[in-house]
């Protein structure tokens, strides 16, 4: 059983900045893609950024400029920095890995105080 551990939540005013890290319990090398999805209070969960397979990594629109993923394949880890936070920024951070199968995270929690 694949294992993700998140940390780096917390609360934060806007304008602020944060990074979550994930650990993954196994090898991320050459995984199909490694990354990071949020709920909001009340709505479904969305991904914010992913880095699949080819290294290319991928935003959703509203953290374009301000997120930045990354990955340590030689520490099994994965990364978010998040700049310029929101108050729509709020939210559970889970991290995703997807092999053959899908696994996630417990989830982080992030608060954007205006």
């Known amino acids: 059983q694949v294992q993700l551990t998140e940390s780096g939540g917390g609360l934060v005013q806007a304008g602020g900045s944060l990074r979550l890290s994930c650990g993954a319990s196994i090898g991320i090398f050459g995984v199909n893609a490694m990354g990071w999805y949020r709920q909001a209070p009340g709505k479904q969960r969305d991904l914010v950024a992913l880095?699949?397979?080819?290294?290319?990594?991928k935003y959703t629109d509203s953290v374009k400029g301000r997120f930045t993923i990354s990955r340590d394949a030689a520490k099994n880890m994965a990364y978010l920095q998040m700049n310029s936070l929101k108050p729509e920024d709020t939210g559970v951070y889970y991290c995703?890995?997807?092999?053959?199968?899908?696994?996630w995270g417990q989830g982080t929690q992030v608060t954007v105080s205006s």
């Open positions: 995703y890995l997807r092999i053959v199968n899908e696994y």
């Open positions: 880095i699949t397979i080819d290294g290319l990594p």
